[in-house]
């Protein structure tokens, strides 16, 4: 199941993989960078070396030195905006013996390409697992734009906890079904 819900759902949400994709690529680019080997001494290593730095005027060079998987921003959204799990990452990963954001970079950008991606969007859920199910419930109920104070209302029209009430809606919602109530949010187009 993705990560808590849909990664695309929120602007939240957005952010959140976004301060998380850029903090893993500055800690990929200071680990490639501390690893590199210079004949200098300490003393005459300067602020100015930490990172290879391409020719302004040669965009492809700047390509190049970021390298061919990495996992940007715009490949996240491409992976998680066509109905990626984190299951289906997973599985990616295995099948092409890479790290986890390594195989999501690789297929944000084949999706990018407009490429085939070899595991379809999940098609690694396992739906016998209960957590599973749960998982794309409330992805349902927050997705179709309803709120937390929505499953407030829900609970006390169905006399429930309020889980309890976003799980329902969520069925309801993959199965069709209208709710007693509006969302009060925005859906996920």
Do not use: N
Request: aromatic share 6%; glycine share 10%; proline share 7%.
């Amino acid at each position: 199941m993705k990560p808590h819900t849909s990664t695309t759902g929120s602007p939240r949400r957005r952010a959140a993989v976004g301060v998380i994709a850029v903090t893993l690529t500055v800690g990929a680019v200071a680990s490639a960078c501390a690893g590199a080997t210079d004949d200098r001494q300490p003393a005459e290593v300067t602020a100015g070396d930490a990172a290879p730095q391409a020719p302004a005027d040669d965009p492809t060079a700047a390509d190049v030195l970021a390298g061919a998987d990495e996992y940007t921003q715009e490949r996240a959204d491409a992976f998680w905006g066509a109905g990626y799990y984190m299951e289906d990452a997973d599985a990616l990963a295995d099948l092409w013996h890479v790290d986890l954001l390594e195989a999501k970079g690789r297929a944000g950008q084949l999706l990018l390409d407009g490429q085939p991606v070899p595991v379809a969007p999940g098609s690694s859920l396992d739906l016998t697992d209960p957590d599973t199910i749960a998982g794309l419930q409330l992805e349902a109920f927050w997705d179709a734009g309803y709120t937390g104070d929505d499953g407030t209302a829900l609970a006390a029209l169905w006399h429930v906890d309020v889980f309890e009430a976003k799980a329902t809606a969520g069925q309801m919602l993959l199965a069709g079904q209208p709710l007693p109530i509006g969302p009060s949010g925005t859906p996920v187009s």
